[in-house]
């Protein structure tokens, strides 16, 4: 499916716009024997008057260069819109005696939380509605909601600005008033066996959740149980399923260490699993009279073993499932009758239930290449059922609930756009050679794209490649609006994620950094030399540490791409990294490295995307980024910006939006459609693929 290419309305109005020029301020820093320069290092002063008009010179610059494409936008936004059902609910899940699910409502951004007694009586209780939290306010984000175990209240956390410092709520069921118990905290909370203590974590000045405190509902009052001192650790902390064990896990990002705490004494000193040592990781889940550990000791993709409740440190652990090479185990759940094991094989995620009754052991299904399983996290110990979500790149999200006993699955709901025809689209995975590895490339497509003359199409090229973080093949309806106009869609499963396990992992990190990059430009050329798109036909797309892979690749071949969009990127990698007061510091040093040694300050000073700004030539690009964004500062897309217009040699558009949210972007339903409207709107505008909006 080709269309015929239209006049660049985004670009006519860039170039008869005025660009603006942030001021210089030149700076510089001695290290290493090498003296680096920054002219625009007072642009992450928030207050300083330079910057804030920069920040609004530059949003007038975007707001004025997509104006004539409002229409385009528009469309787009109802399109996707469309496809997102007005009303929907959840699957529910019952508690003792009521059924708890969430719903959203025609015109509400949020979702509204509800109960209902499992035999009927009373009706709906509604208990918390995100629509009446957020209030006047453009932000809101709950990402944990707690019930007591005696279901008399619950809590939750709240972000209202995108900072990810959180408000702990606590409130009587179903209708009491909210009330806060903490106004900076992490966003963990778990009850103590009794209703009674509620956990949440603390954070420190850099929002680094660095502790564990306890909130007695009864004295409304808190106390402080433990704090970890080191910049490099952060602490979450979690309810066994059992309700027999507060469990605190403390991550580096390639070494841990999880303390447990009885839910019934909630006022002890929590007792370590095991000490942490350098480069092991372990997590730690609860089962009637022992401890499940999956453990990267002796294991690089690590094993499964059991230790007595009652341990402590020293005695034999029980391997129950051992090391398999390949094999990255990534989870596990215990109920009191099974087990539910996630791991990681060729790139393909599958699961599988350990029936414990009869100790046979069965993959989930769907376990199988380019689909995308979720496993939900039951409150029920005693659930005889394993809930799962399933989908592939062309399928649908889907939910069924598998019977252990029986081993059959039945189907609960699918979340599928109105009127999709999965035979219209197709989906691939490809090897792309990289070096000494392949690479997996995931291709999504409209089956009449690919035509007979091998016309080429255009293309979105994505990428992320950090943190051992997986990207996955899942559905995605709002790429319809991009494959129903002929554009091919392409993962590019670089080294540095977690795509083919730990390894995987390691072979783009640190020293290797250098491996994502490469394998990114690697799946750019093979679509190009495989006839897929043109050069100069592909978009990339990343966003936070995928926004610093698709730079380091804009630096190094412009010439591929047509256009890149590149979201809260993380692109001052080396000023960055240098400064000990920023939240991730400390912690993303085992991920890049850490500059004050100069190996590794080699390393890093040879890719970072702001240090390596060519005077050249590069394609259209819109970048934004975040005021109150925690993991990536808002100044470093502003300082890359800054210094690519006084670079860069040609006058493709290069617009900047600043948002007043967080790293992730905007919460409301309606709101996130319309900046995903807003990024189409730029990418088939690049390409030429205008689509016409109706008068």
Known sequence: MQQMRKASR???????????????????????????HDEFAYLAVRDDARTRDYIRNETDYFEACMAPSVDVADLLYEELRARNPEDDVSVPETING?????????????????????NGDGGEEIYLDENRLVGDGRYCDVPVLAICPRQERFACTVDRSGDERYEVLVASMPYGELGCCAERAGESLAWAGNGRYLFYTGIDDKARTDSVWVYDVERASSHRLFVEP???????LSLSRSGGWIIIDIAGNSCSETRVLPADRPLETPTVVFERREDVEYSVEHHEDRFLVLTND?????????????????????????????????????????????????????????????????????????????VDDLYDYDARFVRFEYSTPIKPHTVYDYDVASSRSTWRKTSGPPGYREDHYASEQLQVCSGEVDVPLTMIYRRDTLRDDGCPAPLLLIGYGAYEEPMETEFDGDLISLLDRGVMVAMAHVRGGGDLGPAW????????????????????????????????????????????????????????????????????????????ELPLTEHDFDEFGDPSVEEEYRWIRAYSPYDNIGEQAYPPMLVSTALNDQRVGYWEALKWVARLRKLKTDDNPLLLRVDAAGHLGETGRYDALRRIATVYTFLLDMWGLIPEAKR
């Open 298 to 374: 002796q294991s690089e993709d690590f094993r499964l073993i059991e230790i007595p409740a009652s341990w402590d440190g020293r005695g034999p652990s029980v391997e129950l499932v051992p090391h398999r090479e390949g094999v990255a185990l990534e989870f596990v759940d215990a109920y009191r009758h099974h087990l539910v094991i996630g791991e990681r094989w060729n790139g393909v995620e599958r699961v599988w239930v350990w029936d414990l009754v009869n100790d046979s052991r069965r993959y989930l299904p769907g376990s199988d290449a380019l689909s995308y399983l979720s």
């Open 230 to 236: 080191d910049p490099a650790f952060f602490v979450t």
């Open 10 to 36: 985004i670009r006519s109005a860039a170039l008869g716009t005025r660009e603006p020029r942030a001021r210089r301020d030149p700076r510089t820093r001695d290290i290493h024997g090498e003296t680096l």
């Open 98 to 118: 009521y059924r708890y699910y969430s719903r959203v409502a025609s015109g509400m951004q949020y979702p509204i939380h509800c109960r209902a007694r499992e």
């Open 505 to 580: 992992h390691d072979a783009g990190r640190l020293g290797s950094k250098e491996n994502s990059f490469r394998d990114f430009c690697a799946c750019a050329r093979f679509v190009i030399d495989n006839g897929y798109t043109d050069a100069g036909r592909i978009a990339a797309w990343g966003a936070s540490a995928g926004g610093l892979l698709v730079a380091v690749a804009l630096n190094r071949e412009p010439q591929l791409f047509a256009s890149a969009v590149l979201d809260v990127p993380f692109l001052d990698v080396l000023n960055t990294l240098l400064d000990p």
